[in-house]
């Protein structure tokens, strides 16, 4: 938690002419201040470098600007967060990430080599190996409900090179998987095992503070870039829709609110598991519930770790916040209803999904199912609303990391090709749009990691990993 929020400390007009590392150094210096103006930029800049400029042709772009380009498809505008070298949004903080651990380590003298457990709904876990393989004094492990994503990203993760990291399917859910880490960090005899180990443990998912930060920054960057299109004047509100799983991202936006960026609304755009769409309606949080696998196999959550903090922001009372997770553990439900004044909940069923990837991709543009879900959420807010705010949509994931979906949503049947490359290959000769070389190179390369677990045996396996490490 932010003890505080701090203030933008420069006017919008001057936003406007920011780049992306620019805004990035703008935003994490509020909020990172034991950190020099040299260390955060020296991050910012080995971060946000050529790795950002993949486009969905797998061609590299110059500019950094492009590192998180707005786009227009089908009378709507798209913030674009999928360029990096996993090709989904939690590139944006998960490559610097491992830089601002680095440096907060070496300051606060942690001499312990960093264990980081990692659940993972698909795309986090690529991304934080990505981002920590060969990182010096760390370990990773990563866990994934081993049915739970698609098959483009089980492949990146099980072919992950490294001798620091691991990779386990579990049986079970995301949420499973979420609670199992959350578990193990807790258990003061396993955290005890593992500083004995010479390991200190730390989190990779977005209950790190150092995740949400660097998400701040794109949100500005959606205003600056929005006034540079003449779509916005400096000071005008600008409301987003966010595909929404875990409330990470979409508290990042709440997050660029409170330090001073004029927001409208924020849509929050649930699929059929809409539990936060059923508590922005209701004021009753409850997770019992089916929980129902989607083409948006992200956003299928139905305990989102990140509204704790919401909870806290609104309601300024860790004793409610307390009372409200005595509630979500014993019951799986809890009542504390929202003003309404920040969010405003939608979801989109799955047939509201594919029809919203055809209709876009008529419009000219090949978006992928999360992003699909957030372009139903927002027509439908509008259309109920009448609220004509300009309104960007979060644009999460190459559609190619989800081929068999989309491609059954633009052709109207399912596919039938084999294997990953098979479908993406489809995908793109249907659509003309190129695929990204990263993932056409998935299909060739050997799987490292294919272990799939119990969810009560993750202890074993980071036991087992830290054992294979010699620590
Ligand atoms: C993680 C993810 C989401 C959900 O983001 P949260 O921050 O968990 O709410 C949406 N779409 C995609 C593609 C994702 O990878």
Redesign the pocket.
């Known amino acids: 938690m932010p003890e505080r929020f701090p203030k933008m400390d420069f006017t919008l007009g001057e936003l406007a002419a920011f780049d992306y590392r620019e805004t990035a150094f703008r935003v994490l210096r509020l909020f990172l201040t034991d950190f020099t103006d040299a260390e955060i930029r020296a991050a910012v800049d080995s971060a946000y470098d050529g790795k950002f400029a993949t486009d969905s042709r797998g061609l590299r772009r110059e500019l950094s600007s492009d590192v998180a380009p707005l786009t227009s498809a089908a009378g709507l505008r798209f913030l674009e967060l ?1 360029h990096g070298p996993t090709l ?3 590139d944006m903080a998960l490559s610097i990430l491992p830089r601002l651990m680095r440096l907060a380590a070496a300051k606060r003298g942690v001499s312990k080599r960093v264990m980081i457990l990692t659940a993972t ?4 876990g690529k991304a934080a190996l990505a981002g920590f393989a060969g990182a010096e004094g760390v370990d990773i492990a990563v866990f994934y409900p081993s049915e739970g994503v698609s098959p483009a990203q089980k492949l990146q993760m099980t072919t992950q090179e490294g001798g620091n990291v691991a990779v386990a399917g579990i049986i079970g859910n995301f949420d499973d998987a979420q609670t199992g880490v959350k578990a193990l960090f807790t258990d003061p005899d396993f955290v005890a095992e593992m500083s004995g180990r010479g390991y200190a443990f730390s989190s990779a998912n ?1 209950i790190n503070i150092g995740r949400l930060v660097p ?1 701040v920054a794109y949100y500005f960057h959606a205003y600056a870039e929005m006034c540079r299109a003449g779509a916005l004047s400096p000071g005008e509100r600008l409301g987003f829709t ?11 936006a709440y997050y660029a609110g409170r330090i001073g960026l004029p927001i409208g609304k924020l849509v929050c755009a649930s699929n059929s598991n809409k539990v936060l769409f059923d508590y922005f309606k209701t004021g009753e949080y409850n997770t019992n519930r089916v929980f129902t696998p989607t083409a ?1 196999p ?2 299928d ?1 139905l305990v ?3 509204f704790e903090r919401y909870l806290y922001h609104k309601t300024g009372s860790a004793e409610a916040v307390r009372a409200a997770m005595g509630g979500l553990g014993a019951e799986g439900r809890y009542v504390l209803p929202d003003s309404g004044e920040v969010f405003f909940g939608e979801y989109a069923t799955e047939p509201e999904t594919f029809a919203a990837i055809r209709d876009v991709f008529g419009g000219g543009a090949l978006i ?1 199912p ?2 699909a ?1 957030a372009v139903h959420a927002c027509r439908e807010y509008r259309a109920e609303t009448g609220d004509d705010t300009p309104n960007v949509i979060v644009a ?2 190459s559609p190619f ?1 989800f081929a068999a979906s989309v491609l059954e949503a633009v052709t109207g049947a399912a596919p039938e090709v084999s294997g990953v490359s098979g479908a993406i290959e489809e995908l793109s000769r249907v659509t003309g749009v190129p695929a990204p070389a990263s993932l056409l190179e998935l299909q060739g390369k050997r799987v490292l990691h294919p272990d799939v677990i119990e969810k009560d045996g993750m202890e074993a396996f980071v036991r087992a990993f830290a054992s294979r490490r010699n620590y």
Not at 121 to 124: L, Q
Not at 247 to 252: D, E
Request: charged letters at 10%; zero cysteines.
């Open positions: 999928y989904a949004f939690k709904s698909g795309d986090t977005s998400q966010v595909p929404t799983g875990n409330f990470g991202n979409i508290l990042a948006s992200s956003m959550i989102s770790s990140n992928d999360h992003t879900v999460t994931a990391k």
